[in-house]
């Protein structure tokens, strides 16, 4: 009887520790089945999230930008106006006097208020006593005449003088327009140019000057464009320029290859490449458009020159350039949804525009950027490029074939730690099957890290054997020691066999989802490559246009003249 006791107690505690070793030994071996492959899962988790953190982070720059460079854009257009709204109010006044005048329903009186009361207004503006000087001239009063204008010739000798000259044209007074131009060629460099040169520009595009005046400016506009062009100094300068034009011109992204901009490692060089190349189209359509340009020339002479003068007084006076100069730089900002890299590239570009003095090839560069802000129109755009072209024509060149050369040969594709390159997505099959290699090697990597359940198998064995030495003891506990022997052999080999399909399926999930993911880039290689193509081929279009450019095919300026400078 006390046998049979000490015989259910002892196969209590040896039926509770076997089932909590066979427990363990169970959830040892399928965690140390699936170990890796949460550890991968998760290292892979950690990537996605580090990429959607920094696209989270670059996107809130962006946003940021937008939102302060809104906010600068309109606290500088306030500075401007507190600093220098007053000069708006002067040049206003400056076409409505001469409009005035022609219609003669001012009187002397209220003219001489007028301009006197802006002397008051615009401290040190060259404008001020210039209009002080035109009223006094038309109401015959040549003492406040000259005084006035030797005041606005110290305040701004170079505006003053082109002023006078085209309002001595508009008034008819061609012999003191003559005189008032040669006085400024006297004082001209081309290697040093004011800005406000571009209005003399304008006048020769829309040829408003008689022949007498017409012709000065040909000769001495034709001896700078020799004197500059003999080297190649200046030549390469505007090269450059152009070429960095031609590179800040090009599209955003539009986000039309989700797939290779995840998965390909050098999807910034496919993604500047493909910019690159979507340029020329955007190049096609601007010069083209500056080519259409044209004046109309129903137009009376004085209207011509009231559009002239408007340039002249309206254009940036150069202590407004800094203000202006930021303001052009958040627009841009604002215009590139925040992208302030993308905006510094163009404003980079247009640097020179805001520059007080320029050389005659800078000036013709600056008119065929943005006209504007260099203080001219579209018509005297025109004839800037078409001045500019052989060099323009050389810039585009060497923009192409910097592009070219840029173009990565292979798309370089990480997927799930596969790593391959396709040229043009037409190896499928040969990457494929590279890819099944791949998983086949990962396969079988995993399953060696899965040890085989030896121990377990040994301990069932050894309980087994203990079962059967029991029979001699008592039946029940030999049966029992057998059971829970084979019990734990089945737990452990059937345990293995689970983590092994695990394993398996894990491995096959991912080569599926890889397999997708691959031909889905693949798929955006080949579209890719034909975009690029297509694009790149616009190069020939562009050139092709750029090298039918003559003066002679500007409907908006007169041939002989053109020809005549050129």
């Known amino acids: 009887m006390s046998q049979q006791v000490i015989s259910y107690a002892d196969l209590s505690i040896i039926n509770s520790a076997l089932r909590s070793i066979s427990s363990d030994m169970s959830g040892v071996h399928s965690e140390l089945g699936t170990l890796n492959f949460k550890q991968d899962q998760l290292e892979s988790e950690l990537v996605q999230l580090a990429d959607s953190f920094a696209d989270f982070v670059e996107a809130d720059i962006k946003h940021k930008a937008l939102q302060l460079a809104e906010t600068r854009q309109g606290n500088l257009k306030q500075d401007l106006q507190i600093k220098f709204g007053y000069y708006a109010e002067v040049r206003r006044m400056a076409t409505g006097i001469l409009q005035g005048v022609d219609t003669g329903v001012i009187s002397d009186e209220t003219l001489k208020f007028t301009t006197e009361e802006v002397m008051i207004k615009a401290p040190g503006y060259w404008l001020a006593p210039a209009l002080v000087s035109l009223a006094a001239w038309v109401r015959n009063d040549k003492n406040t005449t000259e005084k006035a204008l030797n005041e606005a010739l110290k305040r701004d000798d170079y505006k003053t003088t082109l002023f006078f000259m085209m309002v001595m044209r508009r008034l008819a007074r061609n012999d003191t327009s003559l005189k008032w131009l040669e006085r400024y060629f006297m004082h ?208 585009h060149d060497t923009f192409t074939a910097q592009s070219r050369n840029k173009i990565p040969e292979y798309v370089e594709l990480s997927i799930d730690d596969f790593k391959t390159c396709a040229k043009d997505g037409s190896e499928e099959n040969e990457i494929l099957k590279k890819q099944e290699v791949f998983y086949s090697n990962v396969l079988e990597t995993e399953l060696k890290k899965l ?116």
């Open 188 to 395: 001209q460099n081309p290697h040093n140019l004011d800005r406000e040169f571009i209005i003399i520009l304008e006048a020769v595009t829309t040829g408003v000057f008689p022949p007498a005046a017409r012709q000065l400016m040909m000769v001495n506009v034709k001896k700078w464009l020799d004197q500059l062009t003999q080297g190649d100094t200046f030549i390469n300068a505007q090269k450059s320029q152009w070429v960095d034009f031609f590179e800040a011109l090009g599209p955003l992204s539009d986000g039309k290859y989700t797939l290779l901009e995840k998965f390909s490692i050098n999807w910034n060089s496919l993604e500047n490449s493909l910019k690159e190349a979507k340029t020329h189209d955007i190049l096609n359509t601007h010069f083209k458009s500056i080519i259409s340009s044209s004046a109309d020339f129903s137009k009376g002479v004085k209207i011509q020159l009231d559009e002239i003068l408007s340039l002249l007084v309206t254009n940036f006076d150069d202590e407004e350039l800094p203000l202006q100069e930021q303001v052009r730089f958040n627009q841009l900002i604002i215009q590139m949804d925040g992208d302030k890299a993308a905006a510094q590239a163009i404003m980079d570009a247009e640097k020179h525009i805001f520059e007080e003095h320029v050389d005659f090839l800078q000036l013709l560069t600056n008119a065929s950027f943005n006209p504007e802000l260099s203080g001219a129109t579209k018509v005297t755009q025109a004839l800037a490029v078409s001045i500019s072209q052989p060099w323009i024509l050389e810039a």
């Open 451 to 566: 040890s085989y359940p030896y121990a377990g198998i040994i301990i069932g064995i050894l309980i087994c054997l203990l079962g059967i030495w029991a029979f001699s003891l008592h039946v029940i506990v030999g049966v029992l020691g057998s059971c829970i022997g084979g019990v734990i052999i089945w737990n452990s080999i059937n345990n293995h066999k689970k983590a092994k399909n695990a394993i398996i399926e894990n491995v096959e999930e991912r080569k599926q989802k890889a397999k997708e993911v691959l031909r889905g880039c693949l798929a955006e290689t080949v579209d890719y490559r034909k975009e690029h193509s297509d694009e790149d081929n616009n190069a020939e279009k562009v050139r092709q246009l750029l090298t039918s450019i003559t003066p002679e095919d500007f409907s908006s300026v007169s041939k002989e003249t053109v020809r005549n400078i050129i």
